[in-house]
């Protein structure tokens, strides 16, 4: 699976920005902010089929995806301006998105629809939907005032939800019609006796019922519910926002309890494999180039430095999904989601040879390369933070950095984070903390002597490994009130 989104991290306020400070439930709620405010644009489905023997057919899907409008508040979303043009760059199809979405909605926002009176009192919120909503009852007044009983017209160029909005504004409005869809954008509407009106409406035939208007309004959410009842196992890269896009757009809107939504994403999806946490292991085992982009470790896995035998899994596509195997479409969701596939398969096969050494059975089965990924189950990658993955069915286990650096100034008054960033960044990457009104604690994944050495004598900054008993600010503050509670102590005892 793959999740193409309107944008990744707000940037309101500028703190929300990860960190290697961040706890996994701190990130988790800076994350919960941004994903609140973006949509999801396109979701991405490649399905494997274990066939026969090795072979795996896929059959990969895009989904265009927009917030339905039938029926619910309306839905305010953000746009970034960096993921706009990194999508358009890619070809993405903004026209596709914003006209051709498949709706969706998460539960609560199907039980408001629930809630509402249906026929009575149908609101619509558009001003485009309006504008339709009016030309066609224009349409239909002109008409009907002319026509005989069981006479029809036929309403064209109606989107998904409109063919439902105009049949029951109409219904509203005129008790001597029958409206039916006739699909490809088209509603009939057929000039009736009232007393065979009321037999229609009591009739299994009717498409406005509100069960059916409903069916239509969830859209997609209809096939994630079909997902998380097959309970297969879920792969995705690098893939903690598409779970929480998941929860948020399909589900329920994200909790405020990090763990709460650990545990909802582990009942919904028992089975998760991150490509990015088994690639970040693997590279570590193996002589492979250090890349990190989904199409780059693809084409890594598929090049001569991944040598073959009879046993590797051969993955073919469908005959109606062969696009991909003539050109790349990367960031195209469905294309991304055929490489997380693939990726897991090579992946899983490479650790398989290496715990038979290179002995693997004729036909390895899928629940043989299931074994071999038993320790990265459930284990997604946790970028720049406390953790180097999020443990949907246990413990979250934290990093083992490098020391904290601390840093004093003296006598450069209002120095800022920001300041201290853009000094130390040329030596490595670090995050910064101010500790106190004069000290910073720097923090690295990657941690460089040279920092130590070259500050040593710098006639403002002085850089020293961070010790919590000396530089700790609660540690110095009980300190100095022992001190003063000790010094007046001596004091009463002397006076």
């Known amino acids: 699976l793959d999740v193409e989104f309107t944008g990744l991290h707000s940037t309101s306020p500028p703190s929300d920005q990860p960190s290697l400070f961040d706890s996994p439930a701190e990130r988790y709620l800076k994350v919960r902010q941004s994903v609140q405010r973006f949509t999801v644009t396109q979701l991405g489905l490649a399905i494997f089929s274990n066939e026969n023997s090795n ?134 509407v057929k000039k009736v006796r009232p007393q065979h009106r009321r037999l229609l409406e009591n009739s299994r035939y009717d498409y406005c019922q509100k069960e059916l208007i409903l069916l239509s309004a969830r859209g997609f959410t209809n096939l994630f519910q079909t997902l998380v009842k097959s309970k297969k196992p879920l792969v995705g890269h690098n893939m903690l926002m598409d779970l929480m896009h998941l929860h948020d757009k399909f589900y329920k809107p994200l909790p405020e309890s990090y763990e709460e939504f ?62 991909y195997a003539e050109k790349k479409y990367p960031h195209e ?22 715990s038979t050494g290179d002995a693997v059975e004729a036909h390895p089965s899928f629940s043989h390369y299931l074994s071999v990924l038993a320790e990265y189950l459930n284990k997604v990658n946790f970028i720049r933070g406390g953790v180097s993955n999020i443990n949907f069915s246990g413990e979250d286990v934290p990093c083992q950095y490098p020391p904290l650096l601390v840093v004093h100034v003296q006598g450069w008054p209002g120095l800022s984070e920001r300041q201290i960033y853009q000094e130390f960044k040329a030596h490595c990457r670090f995050d910064v903390r101010r500790l106190s009104r004069n000290q910073f604690i720097l923090l690295s994944n990657r941690f460089k002597q040279l920092v130590l050495r070259d500050y ?11 010790r919590h008993w000396r530089h700790s600010p609660r540690v110095n503050c009980l300190l100095q009130v022992s001190g003063i509670v000790a010094l007046w102590s001596v004091l009463a005892f002397v006076l």
């Not at 008409?143 to 219904?171: K, N, P, Y």
């Not at 002589?287 to 598929?302: A, D, G, I, K, T």
């Not at 469905?334 to 040879?353: E, I, R, W």
């Open 55 to 188: 072979t795996y057919v896929v059959h990969s899907y895009n989904f265009f995806l927009f917030p339905s409008t039938l029926g619910v508040k309306d839905i305010e979303f953000t746009l970034s301006a960096s993921s706009i043009q990194f999508l358009s760059h890619y070809g993405f199809d903004y026209n596709k998105f914003l006209k051709d979405g498949i709706p969706y909605m998460n539960e609560v926002q199907e039980e408001s629809f629930r809630q509402q009176p249906l026929a009575s009192s149908w609101k619509v919120s558009s001003a485009l939907d309006r504008d339709v909503l009016k030309k066609a009852i224009d349409e239909v007044t002109c008409w009907i005032t002319a026509a005989e009983e069981e006479e029809t017209m036929i309403l064209q160029d109606l989107s998904g939800h409109q063919m439902f909005e105009v049949q029951l504004v109409l219904r509203q409005a005129l008790q001597n019609i029958w409206t039916q869809p006739l699909g490809d954008k088209k509603v009939m």
């Open 262 to 323: 650990k545990r909802n994403i582990h009942n919904l999806f028992p089975v998760l494999l991150d490509t990015k946490t088994v690639t970040k292991s693997i590279w570590k085992k193996c002589q492979f180039p250090r890349v990190s982009n989904l199409l780059e470790v693809y084409e890594v896995l598929c090049s001569d430095l991944n040598p073959k035998d009879a046993t590797c899994p051969v993955i073919a596509l469908a005959s109606d999904c062969s696009r």
């Open 333 to 354: 969701a469905g294309y991304d989601a055929f490489l997380c596939g693939s990726v897991l398969l090579k992946l899983a096969h490479l650790l398989l040879c290496r």
């Open 456 to 466: 040593k004598h710098h006639p403002h900054l002085r850089v020293s490994v961070y």
